[in-house]
């Protein structure tokens, strides 16, 4: 069974391709490495023996998306193609909601055309927004505080209006939360180009010498050390929940909007122990101000995910961190890491 992976050369679409293709899909790739290196499809190759077939395009590329569907019998389509980047969202709108949103129409369409109903989405815990008090449950209204969650929003509700017009669509949406680690060979990992924008990679830099300090953004938050929590999953327990929607999806009609998380949270002061643990690293830090737009808490409520899904988180904090520290240290990826 061929299914098309949108955004398969980055972060979380490599590690749910080496899934599926050790569940025994046929795996196509599509992705305009904006965001990724063509070289992890060798790490794709080298862990599943099995080189995906891959296409170089981007979404806005109407005719040439089109011709993978004349080229391929696809059965289903995960889509994680979107830029996703908070702060460079607020600087570049028009780029986002033309990337996210006229790219996913774009995809819509087609998969429409050529009779391809089935579609997981790549969602985000940012929908929450400022106003929900954690543990998050998919039913709580939706508010975006910057385009590039008002980008997952708009998707997710063009999703369910397409269901409407047409039950013989089957839609799930992943609303992924705080996504880190690396596979375990350390083949692949979190390698994106260009600066990065998330907590982790920010304190392998600093344990690598490669930074001299993190800053932790704000020590005065109301939670227990007054730093920032998150809910922190493992990049293959993220990945196993894509597997898991798959089969539901390609099982069921429908649409439905479903948290990925581990329903704990962990502060920013914990994951630097946990890393120093990991590592046998000092990762140095100075409290700083608050960043714009961060809310002091957020984790997932589970319950929907291990009941439709069947899905439930299985590494911990303390597995996040070792992997990707094996990764982060790896000789290959030492020298271009960031
Ligand atoms: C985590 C915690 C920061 C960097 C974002 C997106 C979300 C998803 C994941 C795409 C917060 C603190 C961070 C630093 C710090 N992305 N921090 N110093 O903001 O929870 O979520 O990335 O889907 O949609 O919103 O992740 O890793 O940026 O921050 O203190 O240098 O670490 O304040 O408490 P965030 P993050």
Redesign the pocket.
Known sequence: MKILVTGGTGYVGSHTTVLLIQEGYEVVILDNLCNSKVEVLDGIEKITGVRPEFYNLDLLNYEDVNKIFDKHVIEGVVHFANL???GESVRMPLLYYNNNITGTINLLQIMKKNNVKNIIF?????VYGINNTSPLVEAMPLCAT?P??TT?IIIENILQDLYASDDAWSVVSLR?????GAHESAILGENPNGA????????ALVATEKLDH?????GD?DTADG????D?VHIMDLARGHIKALEYVLANRGVEAINLGTGNGT??LE?IAAFEKASGKKVE?KI?P??E????T?FADVAKAKKILGWEATKDINDMCMDLWKFVTKADTAENYY
Request: charged share 10%; with cysteine.
């Open positions: 996703k980047a908070v790549s969602s985000s815990a940012t910057n590039y969650g997952k992924y939360f705080n996504p880190i990065p924008s998330n907590l982790l990679p920010y304190i993190l800053s932790v953004f704000g938050y730093t920032g929590v998150r922190y502060s920013v994951v830090y700083c608050r960043r737009g961060d809310v002091a957020s």
